[in-house]
């Protein structure tokens, strides 16, 4: 049974939004950070947007350079859900995008791909100029 189950990836035109979300088992949400990751072809996976989700804590969203300003990571404590909302899209966007959750512990602002215990099956995003 899958532990992280993603959707909302696609196509779209430079310029365009979209939105991604990840559904985790209550065990897993619990457990520190969810987010994303990105990695496109011939490029190095890159952390998209993290946030904490650990009951009862602030969220401390935490992003990567390349996305700031344009894209936003939230949650929902009744669903287990955590949502990327990515606006302003360009052709650099395009990857495939990963959810990721449960990471060991380690703080949001500082873990690393290697540090989380769940991945999504990945979701494809294309921006086309």
């Known amino acids: 049974q899958a532990q992280l189950v993603e959707a909302g990836g696609g196509s779209v035109q430079a310029g365009g939004s979209l939105r991604l979300s990840c559904a985790a088992s209550?065990?897993?949400?619990?457990?520190?950070?969810m987010g994303w990751f990105r990695q496109a072809p011939g490029k190095e996976r890159e952390r998209v947007a993290i946030?904490?989700?650990?009951?009862?804590?602030?969220?401390?969203?935490v992003y990567a350079d390349s996305v700031k300003g344009r894209f936003t990571i939230s949650r929902d404590n009744i669903k287990n859900t955590v949502y990327l909302q990515m606006n302003s899209l360009t052709p650099e966007d395009t990857a495939m995008y990963y959810c990721?959750?449960?990471?060991?512990?380690?703080?949001?602002?500082?873990?690393?791909?290697?540090?989380?215990?769940?991945w999504g099956q990945g979701t494809q995003v294309t921006v086309s100029s």
């Open positions: 946030i904490q989700t650990r009951t009862g804590t602030i969220t401390y969203p």
């Open positions: 990721v959750a449960d990471s060991g512990g380690r703080a949001c602002a500082s873990a690393g791909a290697a540090s989380y215990k769940s």
């Open positions: 209550g065990v897993i949400y619990s457990r520190n950070c």
